[in-house]
């Protein structure tokens, strides 16, 4: 499978979903199915904190038809290359094919003293899955610096940058050139009023200024210590998409602009911290008619 057959099958429009691995199971089968009938590509889960991800995806893909299912991220310190290439074998024939692994480095201050060089560990990471057979073309990083985003060009699909702006996905599309798959997750908050809709982004945006890879890439981006320490609207506005379905539209279209195949939409609810399925649902309806 090439790079551009990657892209291809994750669609233009994804979902990223903390509440896909929690709650009632009955619940997220039955929400992940419409999203699968609502036209998302792919389904992206989040993997950083461990926990029985790869059971997690297999529930997934029993529960969907056509969407990819993704991880955003494997956490590398927490999966060993050889029991996940085992689970791989497991899969169908079907389910391989909609299966794009997402793997991630994580951070220092949540792995502990097992984390070393994060770019030398995902060279070995992926040395040992190349070993075990899987294929590169079903694999993408998540990459925000230029090194790591080198190396998800040269070792794998592409690359799935979390918590960006459009300005980064041109710099991302610049360090993978043209053909690797870049595919950005976007923060959105379907509310109207800014206060309301800045209130329910900032928690999100705060937490993960306290990781020194989220911190040291918008300071890349320029954003100052002031506007990380405060998590500042300007900040806030950056990182999340917030109004209605139509402003929505117009950031995934900024990203597109800049050189994303594909984007990711993170859709948190009105009550920040909650996993509350049932909440996101229809605001899952509302973008799919604006953007799919």
Known sequence: MTHQATASRLGRI???????????????????????????????????????????????????????????????????????????????????????????????ATVGDAYRKPLSAMK????????????????????????????????????????????????????????????????????????????IARPYVKGYGQLANYANSWRRLGFSEADIADTSDRLVDALFAWGGADRIAERVSAHFAAGADHVCLQVVGPRPGIADIGALRPAWRTLAQALI
């Open 124 to 199: 070995d990471y992926l040395a040992k899955l190349s070993g075990e057979g899987l294929s590169a073309d079903g694999i993408c990083l998540a990459a925000l610096g230029p090194k790591m985003l080198e190396l998800a060009r040269d070792r794998t699909a592409g690359a799935h940058p979390y918590l960006v702006t459009p300005e980064h996905t041109a710099i991302a599309r610049e360090a993978l050139g043209i053909g690797p798959l870049l595919a950005p997750e976007q923060g959105v908050v379907l509310e109207t009023d800014p206060a309301r809709a800045r209130d």
């Open 14 to 108: 994804g979902i990223w979903s903390m509440e896909l691995r929690q709650g009632d199971p009955g619940e997220i089968n039955d929400a992940a199915g419409e999203l699968d009938d609502l036209g998302y590509g792919a389904l992206w889960i989040p993997g950083a904190m461990g926990g029985d991800l790869l059971k997690d995806v297999s529930r997934l893909l029993s529960a969907t038809k056509t969407a990819t299912i993704a991880t955003g991220i494997l956490n590398i310190w927490m999966h060993d290359p050889h029991d996940v290439a085992n689970w791989w074998r497991e899969l169908s024939e079907d389910h391989r094919a909609r299966f794009l692994l997402g793997l991630g480095v994580s951070h220092g």
